[in-house]
Structures are given as C-alpha cells and as structure tokens.
C-alpha cells in the first residue's frame, strides 16, 4: 500500500521535461491544455496520496485508532517505515498549504488594487490607460475584461506596434488564459517539480496569445518586433498585476520571438507521442494513487470488523 502512495510523489519529477518537450511540439493552444490538465491531475493525486499517508500514520496511535473505531490493528508496514513517511507528509501538506494561503492573498490583494485602477480611469473599449512613468501592459480578467497600458507603454511603442500589442492581450482575455495560470500555481504548490512546469504553462499561454494575435493582424514579424520592443522597455519596471493577469512581456521573450519570425508550420506525429507521454505518467498517477486510497480505506473496513481479516 506504501508503495502505491509513494508512486504519484515521484511521477511529477518527470513532468517538467515532457511539458518542454511537449510544448515545443505541440501547437501552443493544443499544449496549453495537454500541460495544465496533466499538471492539474499530478497534483490532485500528489495531495490525495500525502493524505492517505498522514492517515495512516494517525491510525498508529491508539487514541487516534478508538476515535477511528478500529477493533483490530490497521495492518501496515512497519513503524519505522510508516511513522516517519506520515510525519514528512504532515509537514509537506502543511508547508504547500501555508504557502498557498500567503499566495492566494497576495494575489488577490494584487487584483483588487489593479481592477480599482482600470475602473477609476475611463476606458475605449476594453483599453484602459494609466498614467505611470513605468512601461507595461497586461491583459486584466473580470467584468468586463481590460487591456491595461500605462502611457510609458504608448509611448516606447509606435502606432502598428501598439495594435499587435493590442492584439496579443485580447487573445489573452478571450481564450481565459488566466484560468490556466491560476490553476498552474495552485499545482504548483502541491509538488516542487510543478513549479517548473508552471513555468510551461505560462510560456504555453504566451505562445498560444502570439500565435492568435498573428492570425489576426496577417503579420508574424510585427507581432515579434511588438513583444521585443516591449520586453525591452519593461525589463526593469516594477509591475503590480498579479500573476494569473497574462503579459506579453512575461516569459522567454527571444525564444517567442524566434518562433514568430518562422512561419507557421504543420505538426508532426512525433508531437502526439511527446503529449501522449505526458498523459500516461498523469494517468499512471491516478491509477497508482486510486489503488493506494481504496487499499488504505479496505484496510480501515477490515480494522473496523466490517469485512473478515
């Protein structure tokens, strides 16, 4: 039973280089997806599976096992096997949600000062412009949603720049891709090697605005020249967006701009391999975790006297 819990604690490692691999190969819209989902379940199973562990240990204890209506002795590894793996687990669990919380609130705190911003300035459209000597621009989720631009921005940029700018941030706002970063950073904290792949999955999304605001202009080399232009002028302006609002300065920028001075081109067989990988270590997680929790709980029923030793 141990074993089959320790399973989806050691799946995510392998993660973050099937997620560059993936979106390397994949269509950036098409890997967007295949990285947040797969991300998304590694880390569900992560939790569930540090969740069994904590309770199995618990069940050690005596008090614990009458509150637990235990009649018999849970059958478990060994108390040196179990104990500690329990206590790791515990303080794990503690540290991702501690973590978690101190983001969560900065992160909102964060978007209510920006949504109080964009809605204290008059807006064209869904474009609000804030007067601010630093370069930036970021695409802002709500009701409605908004293009912000602080006037440093407008400035550093000329007119065609501007609207492929434009363009990027609208494709951020209409494909919801601050629901991936969201859900990125909360799986984030449930594995160390997540992090890295949430990493992924905000260059997947930045890809994915690219590759939409292209198509929509007709012109690759002024989306490029846009996004370079405009890294360049924010590369040392402090920016008080919160994380989950997307940017088109965010991310890898020569690496983005190195795929939009390429033309668009077909994906290869090998690219379903790549995203099929990603999948099977995700779906052998669940499968592994699923077995270690219905395992653990026939355990308790038989401990319980419910079903015969």
Request: glycine share 6%; proline share 7%; charged share 15%.
């Amino acid at each position: 039973m141990t074993a089959l819990l320790l399973l989806p604690l050691v799946l995510p490692v392998l993660a973050p280089a099937l997620a560059r691999r993936a979106l390397d190969r994949l269509a950036p819209a098409t890997a967007l997806w295949v990285l947040t989902a797969s991300a998304l379940t590694l880390a569900g199973t992560c939790v569930a599976a540090l969740g069994a562990l904590v309770l199995t240990g618990l069940l050690r204890f005596p008090a614990l096992a009458a509150l637990g209506e235990l009649i018999h002795p849970l059958r478990t590894p060994a108390d040196y096997v179990v104990l500690p793996a329990a206590t790791a687990a515990t303080g794990v669990l503690t540290l991702s949600l501690w973590t978690l919380a101190r983001s969560a609130l900065r992160q909102v705190r964060a978007f209510r000062a920006a949504r109080a911003q964009a809605d204290r300035r008059p807006a064209a459209g869904d474009l609000c412009v804030v007067e601010s000597p630093h370069p930036d621009a970021y695409a802002l989720p709500g009701r409605p949603h908004r293009i912000v631009v602080t006037t440093a921005m407008l400035r550093t940029l000329g007119a065609g720049e501007r609207e492929a700018l434009f363009a990027h941030e609208r494709a951020h706002n209409r494909a919801g891709h601050h629901y991936f970063l969201a859900a990125a950073e909360l799986a984030a904290h449930c594995h160390p090697a997540l992090r890295a792949v949430h990493d992924t999955i905000r260059l997947a999304a930045e890809r994915a605005a690219d590759e939409a605001a292209a198509t929509a202009l007709g012109d690759r080399r002024l989306i490029a020249t846009a996004i370079a232009r405009a890294a360049l002028a924010s590369h040392s302006s402090p920016s008080a967006r919160p994380d989950f609002a997307p940017a088109a300065t965010t991310g890898p920028v020569p690496r983005r701009v190195a795929a939009l001075l390429q033309p668009a081109q077909g994906r290869p067989c090998a690219a379903r391999c790549t995203a099929l990988l990603l999948v099977v270590c995700a779906l052998l997680s669940v499968a592994a975790g699923t077995a270690g929790v219905v395992d653990f709980h026939h355990q308790v029923e038989i401990a319980q006297g419910e079903k015969g030793l």
